[in-house]
């Protein structure tokens, strides 16, 4: 199984990005994708997520109103569109896939290598 993240890059405060990630290697039927994301020093932390069929889709509090994921299960991707940037979301990103509707660090069963996303102020 690979999960492949792209769109990280460095932006000014107020840009937006939009992440990628593609997953391959099984059938990913039934199996929730999102995002977490790691600042240096800090716990791993949950930015959003999407149940398979779309319909539940959920944000960590400090992105609400500002991020919005999407997926497109015939690619097997999911996007992450980030507007209005801050510096403090500055953090390498990761996507993950699991069956768990907790959004746990510790329940999702594959994660990609990030992509790294910087803020400027």
């Known amino acids: 199984v690979q999960l492949q993240a792209s769109g990280g890059g460095l932006v000014q405060a107020g840009d937006s990005l939009r992440l990628s990630c593609a997953a391959s290697g099984r059938t990913f039927s039934g199996y929730g994708m999102g995002w977490f994301r790691q600042a240096p020093g800090k716990e791993r932390e949950f930015v959003s997520g999407?149940?398979?069929?779309?319909?539940?889709?959920y944000y960590g509090d400090s992105v609400k109103g500002r991020f919005t994921i999407s997926r497109d299960n015939a690619k097997n991707t999911v996007y992450l569109q980030m507007n209005s940037l801050k510096p403090e979301d500055t953090a390498v990103y990761y996507c993950?896939?699991?069956?768990?509707?907790?959004?746990?660090?510790?329940?999702?069963?594959?994660w990609g290598k990030g992509t790294q996303v910087t803020v400027s102020s």
């Open positions: 999407i149940s398979w069929s779309g319909t539940s889709i």
């Open positions: 993950a896939v699991g069956k768990s509707s907790l959004w746990r660090a510790a329940d999702m069963d594959y």
